[in-house]
């Protein structure tokens, strides 16, 4: 499959042979096409696979590929092979090949002029944008991970997969396991006018699975500690007001909870110590769509 990146859309083609090829076809964002999902965030169009191949492009010059350790040493082309060793990495196979691994083959056809124009009223306001957007991708895309609950109990779990999962209880968002093992559980109650929305009432952090050790943040922004109401947060959490809509808790062991007030959003983040350590409702966080609820 060839696929051509534009800012306002992706077309794809599948070749049934040489010379008899199907005519492209344009995909709006967000999408999904076999194993591979679209989406935009912000100028920037993000490509994730379950076979352990992430792409970001910023719509104009700046592209951003990941792949998981299970393609060491198998790649080959201008990103090098690899294989950990950089004095090798300008040993070519093709110099028309961006990145190629296995039966996959993944080609930039064609980069879009166009670059959201709204922004381009200065070179200052350019410079800057693309800045900030380039340290927010990599924070974001590449050193952690996000998982999210929104609106009426839709999720996406930490490799990017969606689902809604509509109930009225105590679920586990989170589980981590290993060092600096932690528990995060969501209560769900009814609100709206005639109680017929899903709210998030609470989120629970618990430490080391000791129930002396937990923190809950509240709708309309209350913190409880407790049972143990002497249990010193301070050095491992830290919590505060990050707007008048946001609380927010951040760990020193790469756990980050944003958690709105009003109940209807929730966002964890996770960085990359903890891939393949992750079970419950945000998965397994280990770059498969596929086995997030096994």
């Given amino acids: 499959m060839i696929l051509n990146l534009r800012s306002s859309c992706i077309s ?10 199907e005519p492209t076809k344009r995909l709006m964002l967000p999408q999904t096409v076999g194993n591979v999902f679209f989406e935009r965030l912000a100028d920037y169009i993000l490509v994730k696979t ?17 792949l998981t350790e299970d393609h060491h040493g198998k790649p ?6 690899f294989n950990g060793d950089k004095y090798d990495d300008l040993i070519l196979q093709n110099m028309f090949v961006l990145v190629a691994f296995g039966t996959v083959l993944i080609m ?5 002029h166009i670059y959201n124009e709204l922004l381009r009223q200065t070179e200052i306001i350019r410079t800057a ?7 927010y991708l990599y924070l974001t895309f590449f050193s952690q991970a996000e998982c999210s609950v929104t609106g009426n109990s839709h999720f996406t779990t930490f490799d990017g997969r969606h689902f809604t999962f509509l109930g009225i209880c105590q679920y586990i968002l989170v589980k981590g396991t290993g060092k600096n093992k932690f528990t995060i559980t969501l209560q769900k109650t009814p609100c709206g006018h005639n109680f017929d929305h899903a709210c998030i009432e609470s989120v629970t952090l618990v430490l080391e699975d000791d129930v002396n050790k937990q923190v809950t943040l509240t709708r309309y922004g209350q913190v409880q500690m407790g049972p143990n109401q002497g249990f010193n ?11 008048s809509l946001f609380v927010q808790l951040k760990t020193n062991f790469g756990l980050k909870i944003l958690f709105a007030k009003d109940g209807e959003r929730i966002y964890v983040q996770v960085d990359i110590n903890w891939k393949r350590r992750t079970l419950g409702l945000c998965g397994t966080y280990n770059g498969n769509l596929r086995d997030d609820f096994l």
Avoid at 233 to 243: K, Y
């Fill in 76 to 81: 080959c082309g201008l990103c090098g092979n």
């Fill in 233 to 243: 947060i301070n050095g491992a959490i830290e919590i505060r007001n990050i707007s």
């Fill in 50 to 66: 379950t076979f352990g191949f992430s792409l970001a492009w910023d719509g104009n010059s700046g592209i951003y590929i990941k």
């Fill in 12 to 21: 794809a083609i599948t070749p049934k042979s040489d010379l008899d090829m």
């Fill in 108 to 112: 930039i056809a064609q980069v879009a």
């Fill in 129 to 135: 944008i693309h800045y900030y957007l380039s340290e």
